[in-house]
């Protein structure tokens, strides 16, 4: 019933409001290709937020990751082993106690494998003090008896049989019920610290590592000291017939175990890179003959033929 014209106007309304909807709709869609990819859902806004972290932020972060990554260094405690060599031959022992003996091995073939002495186990020997491989047959074993008498054990075949233990009067050992105190081819010697381990190379040279992680030396057999030394991380000091075998741990230097001829002197040094864990303090020893270095880790052998520029 409307009157045409307003029925026609009606019809054109209509037409121009369908074709303004086309055109946004069109650029509505054209527009889209410049916010690719970003979603309106409040996770991927987050994750889609600039995550620049500041730089300090950053570096403190590497720090901690950097020193959880570094080992701790091992407390200095009574080494429970020892090891020592003559040429082809080695002998190493874990010492035990005066009431819980200590057990012995034997390498024929320069540490590459190794036996163990049972006969060693069948004398009264208990706590071994000190190994000393005299020969590649000769081995003499300063060992305290049942009664926590010190002795030497001797054998001429290569463990195969002992002889009867005689007085340990006359060499170098450590007894640990007498840290202060060390026997001594002069009689007993009496030094300034309370004595972990230490390494006769001779009658006159012998280097002592101390409870408190000082070192000191003789090379009158005992008659003067050396001015103690402090070791940073100082684990052990071994047997050698050469230069001494300082045993050390110095994260920074070396991440295992720095050998060193001197006080960690940097031009007579060599690093053993392994793994260190808690349970391996007490646990580690090192014996070298020329350039052959054994070196006993926790449960891992290594062993160096060339001065310790490589390892096996």
């Known amino acids: ?24 709709a069109i650029k509505s869609v054209q527009n889209s290709g410049e916010n690719e990819g970003f979603s309106t859902t409040k996770a991927a806004y987050v994750e889609q937020i600039d995550t620049e972290v500041p730089d300090e932020v950053v570096e403190e972060f590497s720090e901690v990751e950097e020193s959880a990554s570094e080992p701790d260094v091992l407390p200095l405690v009574a080494p ?13 022992a874990e010492v035990g106690t005066c009431t819980e003996p200590g057990t012995l091995e034997v390498s024929t073939n320069g540490g590459e494998a190794w036996v163990s002495l049972e006969s060693f186990a069948n004398t009264s020997a208990t706590q071994v003090l000190r ?24 054998t001429t075949n290569q463990g195969q049989s002992w002889q009867e233990p005689v007085s340990a009067v006359g060499t170098w050992y450590l007894n640990p019920s007498t840290p202060t105190q060390l026997a001594a081819p002069g009689g007993t010697k009496t030094i300034g610290c309370e004595a ?24 009158d057999g005992g008659t003067t000291w050396s001015d103690p030394v402090h070791i940073d991380g100082a684990l052990n000091v071994g ?45 580690i020893a090192a014996t070298r003959f020329g350039e052959s270095i054994l070196a006993w880790v ?6 160096s033929k060339d ?4 390892w096996q």
């Open 131 to 154: 190994p000393i491989p005299v020969s590649t047959s000769n081995i003499f074993v300063v060992a305290l008896n049942a009664d926590c008498e010190p002795r030497i054990y001797g």
């Open 239 to 283: 047997h050698s017939n050469g230069d001494r075998v300082l045993m050390a741990q110095q994260p920074g230097v070396c991440r295992g175990i720095q050998f060193s001829a001197g006080a960690q002197d940097s031009d007579s040094s060599t690093c053993l890179e392994t793994k260190l864990l808690g349970e391996d303090a007490g646990q």
């Open 1 to 24: 019933g409307w009157p045409l014209w307003v029925s026609i106007l009606v019809i054109v309304v209509l037409l121009v409001g369908a074709g303004a909807l086309s055109v946004f």
């Open 80 to 92: 429970q082993r020892q090891i020592a060599q003559y040429e082809n031959v080695a002998v190493r």
């Open 298 to 303: 926790g449960q891992t052998q290594f062993i």
């Open 307 to 310: 001065g310790g520029q490589s």
């Open 196 to 219: 972990l381990s230490i390494s006769a190379r001779t009658d006159s040279n012998v280097d002592v590592l101390c409870a408190d992680g000082q070192f000191i030396s003789t090379t």
